[in-house]
């Protein structure tokens, strides 16, 4: 199994940076595909970013295409998503998500962290 601890959230002003990371702790973990998704308060969890387990793949959705990147080092057990521009819709607890496959479709994702929060004020 998979276990996933997020990091890195916070309070940043409209246009600032975060960088989040993902620690993973598992056997299997340079086999598994990693994702990024949000969940806002009355929203459905939504897919940011996914990446392949041997990185060669990467997918964005539209929203943070040309934001935000997604990176992995696998000596280190550990996802990055670096978020540039934050802006007022970005904000959402965000999830570390491991997959079987590389896959954009939330229910797909078998292990999950806990998130962390990221606010942007408007």
């Known amino acids: 199994q998979v276990q996933l601890v997020e990091s890195g959230g916070g309070l940043v002003q409209a246009g600032g940076s975060l960088r989040l990371s993902c620690a993973a702790s598992g056997r299997t973990f340079n086999s598994y595909a990693m994702g990024w998704f949000r969940q806002a308060p009355g929203k459905d969890r939504e897919f940011v970013v996914a990446?392949?387990?041997?990185?060669?793949?990467?997918y964005y959705a539209d929203s943070v295409k040309g934001r935000f990147t997604i990176s992995r080092d696998d000596a280190k057990n550990t996802v990055y998503l670096q978020m540039n521009s934050l802006q007022p819709e970005d904000t959402a607890v965000y999830y570390c998500?491991?997959?079987?496959?590389?896959?954009?479709?939330?229910?797909?994702?078998?292990?999950w962290g806990l998130g962390t929060q990221v606010t942007v004020p408007s």
């Open positions: 998500a491991a997959a079987l496959r590389v896959t954009t479709v939330v229910t797909e994702y078998r292990y």
């Open positions: 990446i392949s387990w041997g990185s060669a793949d990467t």
